[in-house]
């Protein structure tokens, strides 16, 4: 057995296939001074042929998982217009007259040197994007074939030093069993979309291979532990066949509960929305059963396009979502772009620390035209159903004044239109900085509702890049300072009388419901394929216990010591299971 990095979950047993290194040898010919406008021209070509290949793979991914995982595919476009990694390239051409396939390979191999050097495992992986797309680049220089995959054998678990994100958008899911790399962790892009396609991955087993793995040989793989078995024995097999079986009828139960109440075992009932960022995803959501949509993410209606929506093609999205939920709420995020979020056609600046700067509701307030675009589909589209309006990023009440004016200021523009809207939309915001925790008394004051997004919540509480894998460590949720936090915002809405939700990752951790019950939060909003092992967990709980434990992790002093009364207590929850099958009548 050998002990990788569990990056995405599954089980997984098959023959290997082995993706062969592609490693260019380029002769290192001069090109004659008289014949460098062709060399520059041939660049340009094939930068544009790439980019229009990365926009294809990237429409056709974003068709298969949706818009969030897709725009992947933007951090490939922004290399070939970035402008650092663009004159290294003609520097190359220019001063030392190679040919563009030559400057273009010794770009790529002197930044992913450089990057390589770095201690964060981030930035580390962030040079497999730079050999994406330069070999994408290459291939065109060169004329040479795609690699492909094999489709027409049995099913495979493929192995890779490592895989790049263009690699996995054309695998067929039908016959990648599982994978496994030399290279990656839980953070890279490839683990982000294996995850978003349910194939297992297993990563970082570099080094640990006294003998490299053949095609052809025989492997177990778990992406939940991160353990992988070569050749092993017959009993293997069958123990990991029955774990497999066994996850795979688990996942058939869960979907019996889509129609199923959320309701503890004594009665406490525990709304459970969607968040969204497309129709799509909204109708994997209901499908789940989801109770409204508790996040709307605009912003990718606003990514994948040369414009911004027009406010005609933003109510119509607004529309249709609104009426698909019918009597529930849909809380609709104002566009929150900027940090690692970016539009081809909006240039923002380039900033030390982007996730602190120009975003979310500062470029709205900074850009009131834009604001006032999105502002008035939203509107619109409330005569059709049950939507709320949120603000993202609030850090103080001005920023809320200011909007909620800008806000009046489009309601009166549509009243003398003689235009159809909601005058009693409630408006909202997203607690996410803790600033906006300090003032939350005061804040309650301006709004409807507020909604905890505690991923950012917990990265500004406790400055820590939870993308950084040197310290991802050190990113915990039940931190009793977050948990402070939460409760103070909780206390600040309960005392000025409106609602409170949880829309981030918390939201989605099944041992995170004692806390929600005894904090009073009785609405939770999270990504459609949490749904059903959530509601699994509340429909296990009895809520009189949970609020025993919640009281004593409330008053711990580390995180690890809530962290395990919550998975003890999951536990113990999991031992007396409710049968699925003695819910089934009880529908909503």
Known sequence: MIQGIGAAAGVAIGKAFVLPNWEWSLPDNEVNPVDLAKEFERLYEGIRTSKDEIEFIKKEFREVVGPEESSIFDAHLAILDDPVFMSEIRGIIERQYKAAEVAVKEAIDHFVAMFDLLDDEYMKERAVDIKDVGNRLLKHLLGAPEVTLPSDTQPYILVAKELSPSQLAHLNP???????????????????????????????????????????????????????????DESTVREYALMREKQHKKREQLELLSTVESVTRDGVTIRLAGNISSVKELNMALKYGAEGVGLFRTEFLYMDRDTFPSEEEQFEVY???????????????????????????????????????????????????????????????????????????????????????????????????????????????????????????????EVDFFSIGTNDLVQYVLAVDRMNEQIAHMYHPYHPAVLRMIRMTVEAAQNAGIHVSVCGEMAADERSIPLWLELGINELSMSPQSLLKVKHRALNTVASDAISIAKVCLKNRTSSETEEQLSRFATSCGNSTVSVLNLKGKTS
């Open 174 to 232: 039908a016959y990648v069993l599982g994978i496994v790399t030399m290279m990656g962790s839980k953070t890279s892009h490839s683990s982000i979309m294996a995850r978003a396609l349910g194939i297992p991955l297993v990563a970082g087993l570099e080094n640990k291979l006294s003998n490299p793995i053949q095609t052809g040989d025989m492997i177990v793989l778990d992406g939940e532990t991160g353990s992988v078995q070569l050749h092993p």
């Open 319 to 445: 529309k249709l979502v609104a009426e698909k939920v019918g009597k529930h709420s849909v809380v609709i995020r104002t566009l929150d772009i900027g940090g690692d979020k970016h539009l081809d056609y909006f240039q923002l600046p380039e900033e030390q620390n982007p996730f602190l700067g120009y975003r979310a509701i500062r470029i709205s307030l900074d850009r009131k035209d834009m604001f006032k675009t999105q502002l008035r589909a939203i509107l619109r589209a409330s005569a059709y159903g049950n939507i709320k309006l949120m603000f993202p990023m609030i850090s103080s009440i001005e920023e809320v004044q200011e909007a909620k004016a800008v806000l009046n200021e489009v309601l009166v523009d549509l009243e003398q239109c003689k235009v159809s809207f909601n005058r009693k939309m409630p408006v909202g915001i997203m607690i996410e900085v803790p600033a906006a925790v300090m003032i939350s008394d005061y804040l309650a004051q």
